[in-house]
């Protein structure tokens, strides 16, 4: 993905997206990792960072970006992957708002994906001690983790 594609892409996501916000690159970086988890490759490698799933190249192409108000909105042309997308979408609703909830649903994600055989207490804990901000969040954590496993485009 290239730069104006990657801003007509995320203005369909938000109205009003600046990466000099840095809840911005987080949702950034957590989006296109949801959106990729959903089986839309869009050419990112993630590994995990002290804000879980992080792409470099998503972080520079992102700072390339042109303001999303002078872009055009994209969609994918195969009409099953737009669906996944736009299926995605509505299971973020208002999630994709909150930089924090986006990181913890991307960082429960990508640890059940790299610790395949660790049980639920255990991801929540990952997810609760990667970060001094997640402690104590263990009710947040656990809740963001149903609502992952009831989404059925996500693979938990």
């Known amino acids: 993905m290239n730069p104006i594609q990657l801003a007509g892409l995320i203005k369909r996501v938000y109205s009003d997206f ?3 916000h840095f809840d911005n690159r987080i949702k950034l970086q ?8 959903v089986g839309l490759n869009l050419g990112y490698n993630f590994k995990l960072y ?12 992102g700072f390339d970006m042109p ?3 002078e872009c055009q ?13 736009l299926e995605l979408l509505k299971f973020l609703k208002d999630k994709k708002d909150d930089a924090d909830t986006m990181e ?5 994600l990508l640890f059940h994906n790299i610790y395949k055989t660790k049980n639920e207490e255990d991801i929540i804990k990952l997810v609760e001690e990667k970060s001094p901000k997640f402690n104590g969040e263990k009710e947040k954590i656990k809740k963001c983790l149903l609502e992952l496993k009831s989404c059925e485009i996500l693979s938990w």
């Open 50 to 61: 002290l804000h879980g799933p992080y792409s470099t190249m998503l972080a520079r192409e």
């Open 67 to 69: 303001n999303i108000n």
């Open 104 to 108: 913890i649903i991307a960082s429960l």
């Open 30 to 37: 957590k989006f296109i990792y949801l959106v990729q988890s």
């Open 18 to 20: 600046d990466m000099n």
């Open 73 to 85: 909105e994209i969609k994918f042309e195969n009409l099953e992957l737009e669906e996944k997308f």
